[in-house]
């Protein structure tokens, strides 16, 4: 069947302004920024935020830049405000086991509360009982205690005295000691030359007599420490029963200030072992008592210990926690114990602890991108014990402070409700499914984001509303209706589709912004159509370069490509070039050579390893759908070489499986093929042809060539017809095939381009696949060349040809 060229309508799409309804887009502000062809991931995101259940986490999937993150934030922001704020959370002083400081969940805001009322406790406190421990009541209380003590005191010093008087004993007290001397007779100190003058029987009872004074001694020296342990124990429990009311009245009003606590025994209890810790060391609020500044030290060291770390404080939040994680390391996601140097060593304490992400998301919404989490397997491995347990433990910073840490603290760990949004590719999710299927099982909402949706009215006006919100967001002017309709036009360029747009609105936003700095430089109020192709012309400009030396490489004879005549074995191949921020088309001159021999189609480039596996694929299909149409004189006694001249980088995809064809074909029946027609076509073993990508580029690239060199009118490309509903091409290619001077075909069958590019039928019927073809067509020609290598080889005598020979058809 013969080619036809398109028509110039069906090149492109072209979006009414008029269609839009309205006249620029200031007039949308109002209407909400919807979910723009993103239904199915938007029910999935309902359903997932309001999963409550544990290991119904979301994963989020698509190309950067289609809204994934902004459009999760939007809807965790929503299902947030319906729910109420989470509880703070406390770390308190372990008075137990200090290295294990005690967690404390309180209703939000009253963690505010409890610290700030403990923060002025440690303020008034200390000069209250100071006072209070000053005061004429307990003076005169302890006036008694001390009057008792010295009471009992000299009455053992008294019955000491009288014990020693018979014995000739004098004594007195001197500092914490008992000094005594020996009497004579007469009253007078007995010298040691006089103790030595007495008789042996008198020396002896006088050694006696000191022995059972020496007992005495230590009998009262007891005593008096019993009733000083005694005294010291009764001034302390004056001490206590004074100050107690007066600690325990103000640990009261603190813990009355917390409404409904959630852990209140917890709370009772720890204002317990407060009051308990103060009672037991009352004698640091003693003004006398060690030096002040000594005594100062001590009581911030005593006070410190009632401190609250409020390290999750959600006073503020008007619902559930949201919060998006942009630098997800260990400490920032789980929490950290801060250190600090101090007489040349590490230390720390309970007040240094560090809520992480997670803790400070607790009851709400955590969004992690899943490429921060890759680059850190420790920290892989840490979410993936969390997700499994749901309890978060804060741990120190590990070996990295070696022996320096003199105690290491363990927080105790807590249970943690959140619900983690991941965003990822869809690489990325498939292959952590088979990776790592346990982590994936707590991910069971997918939220799968499209990278394009089928066009209609109601997308065309959502996405109008996004251009509306994004130019008030950036205070830009705002766009009119058509140059709306232009960035519509242009996001079906992106997908390559006159049915479907792109969902990658990064694109369209970064063209938005572009446009309006345009509509800025001319000082307009309103972004027309202009301004849009102006940027469009300008971002091509700074990115072309390689595209306009390319093509001047063409002109100047440097890369052979004939745009005329006639040649055998030669044919324009299109090919896309992607550079990442630029792609353009051009022409490639495909050759190919035949001979009589055995070896079959040689790939020069794959030969020379510069081909990728689709394109040797693509040859591969190629060979075998040739040699399928010559199944009748099989086996075919043929060599051929291809390749794509002057290509010194790397070949890759199987959209010139068609010129390749029709390259080999032609050296096969030394048919000329017409050089103004450039190909491009994928092939299937049945010479069906297959959609390629690019198409737009590719053509575009070639008509630039042939605008360049000099249009003819017998210029065009051939192309799929399944490519028709995915071209988009330029106002410039439109208005040259509208005067005839350049022409776009399809072909849904290989064969259908042969009359085209060789002015021959092809030769295709039912029944010439087993009687052969007319000599008169171009597959012919071929079959009447292959007989003739077939016949040379015979002659050759070659032992593989012979070994191979089928008998002909006299024979049979």
Not at 197 to 213: S, Y
Not at 778 to 791: C, S
Request: proline letters at 4%.
């Amino acid at each position: 069947m013969p080619t036809t060229p398109l028509d110039s309508s069906h090149l492109r799409v072209t979006i009414n302004p008029d269609s839009l309804g309205f006249s620029n887009t200031s007039e949308l502000l109002r209407q909400p920024l919807p979910w723009i062809g993103q239904e199915r991931a938007e029910e999935a995101v309902r359903f997932g935020l309001g999963m409550l259940q544990p290991d119904y986490h979301l994963f989020v999937l698509g190309e950067v830049g289609s809204g994934r993150s902004s459009l999760l934030h939007q809807a965790m922001t929503v299902a947030a405000a319906g729910r109420e704020a989470p509880p703070d959370l406390c770390y308190l002083y372990n008075f137990i086991t200090p290295e294990k400081p005690l967690a404390l969940h309180l209703p939000a805001g009253q963690g505010r509360l409890l610290r700030q009322a403990m923060h002025e406790l440690a303020k008034s406190l200390p000069s209250e009982i100071t006072h209070c421990l000053s005061g004429q009541d307990f003076k005169i209380k302890s006036d008694r205690v001390e009057k008792k003590f010295k009471t009992e005191t000299s009455q053992a010093y008294k019955k000491l005295d009288k014990f020693a008087e018979p014995l000739h004993f004098t004594i007195h007290r001197e500092d914490e000691q008992i000094v005594f001397t020996l009497l004579d007779d007469k009253g007078e100190i007995l010298t040691a030359e006089n103790l030595l003058k007495l008789p042996k029987a008198r020396r002896v009872e006088i050694e006696q007599a000191e022995q059972a004074l020496r007992e005495a001694i230590a009998v009262y020296f007891e005593e008096f420490k019993n009733a000083e342990k005694e005294k010291n124990a009764a001034l302390t429990a004056l001490q206590r029963r004074i100050v107690q009311p007066l600690v325990n009245s103000a640990l009261q009003k603190i813990l009355a200030l917390q409404q409904k606590p959630i852990q209140k025994e917890r709370l009772k209890t720890f204002f317990e072992q407060v009051e308990t810790d103060i009672l037991d060391n009352l004698v640091l609020f003693e003004a006398d008592a060690i030096d002040e500044e000594k005594r100062q030290t001590e009581l911030n060291r005593l006070f410190s210990r009632y401190q609250i770390n409020l390290v999750v404080d959600n006073a503020d939040l008007p619902g559930a926690p949201v919060i998006i994680e942009d630098n997800p390391s260990t400490y920032a996601l789980f929490g950290s114990i801060d250190y600090q140097f101090e007489n040349g060593k590490l230390k720390t304490d309970f007040m240094r602890i560090r809520a992480g992400s997670l803790l400070k998301a607790h009851g709400g919404f955590l969004m992690l991108h899943l490429d921060d989490l890759l680059t850190d397997g420790g920290l892989w491995v840490k979410l993936r014990r969390f997700l499994r347990s749901r309890r978060l433990q804060i741990e120190e910073p590990g070996s990295a402070w070696a022996s320096n840490t003199p105690v290491s603290l363990e927080p105790e760990a807590v249970e943690v409700n959140v619900k983690i949004i991941l965003i990822g590719s869809r690489d990325e999710y498939y292959e952590l499914q088979e990776i790592d299927p346990e982590f994936m099982r707590r991910f069971r909402v997918k939220v799968d984001f499209a990278a394009s949706f089928a066009s209609s009215a109601a997308t065309y006006q959502a996405s109008a509303v996004f251009v509306a919100h994004a130019c008030d967001t950036a205070k830009l002017p705002h766009f009119s209706a058509a140059a709306v309709a232009r960035l519509l036009e242009e996001s079906h360029r992106e997908v390559e589709d006159q049915k479907r747009q792109s969902a990658i609105f990064a694109r369209t936003e970064m063209l938005l912004l572009e446009s309006a700095a345009t509509c800025h430089a001319r000082h307009g109020r309103i972004v027309e159509v202009a301004d849009v192709l102006a940027a469009l012309q300008a971002r091509n400009w700074r990115h072309n370069y390689p595209d306009l030396r390319l093509q001047e490489a063409i002109i100047e004879g440097e890369i052979a490509i004939a745009l005329h005549g006639t040649a055998v074995g030669q044919l324009n191949a299109l090919t896309q070039i992607d550079l990442g921020d630029h792609c353009f088309g051009t022409p490639v001159r495909v050759t190919a050579r035949t001979f009589a021999g055995e070896n079959g189609v040689l790939n020069i480039a794959r030969e020379v390893e510069m081909s990728g596996p689709i394109h040797d694929k693509g040859m591969l299909i190629l060979q075998n759908y040739l040699t399928g149409l010559f199944a009748h004189i099989a086996p075919l006694a043929l060599s051929a070489s291809i390749v794509f001249e002057q290509e010194y980088t790397g070949i890759e995809g199987d959209s010139a499986s068609c010129a390749e064809f029709y390259a080999l074909l032609s050296a096969l029946a030394e048919l000329p093929l017409n050089q103004s027609i450039a190909v491009t076509g994928a092939l299937n073993q049945y010479g069906e042809v297959l959609p390629v990508g690019g198409i737009n580029d590719k053509i575009e690239g070639y008509f630039k060539l042939c605008d360049k060199m000099g249009l003819t009118g017998e210029q065009g490309v051939l192309i799929p017809y399944q490519n028709r509903q995915h071209l988009m091409l330029s106002h410039e290619v439109i208005a040259a095939v509208e005067k005839g001077l350049f022409a776009i075909y399809t072909m849904e069958h290989v064969t259908e381009g042969l009359e085209l590019l060789t002015g021959l039928s092809s030769g295709i019927s039912d029944s010439t696949r087993m009687t052969g073809y007319s000599s008169d067509t171009a597959l012919g020609h071929a079959q009447r060349t292959l007989l003739i290598f077939r016949r040379a080889c015979q002659l050759t005598q070659h032992p593989k040809t012979e070994h191979r020979r089928l008998p002909s058809r006299s024979e049979k």
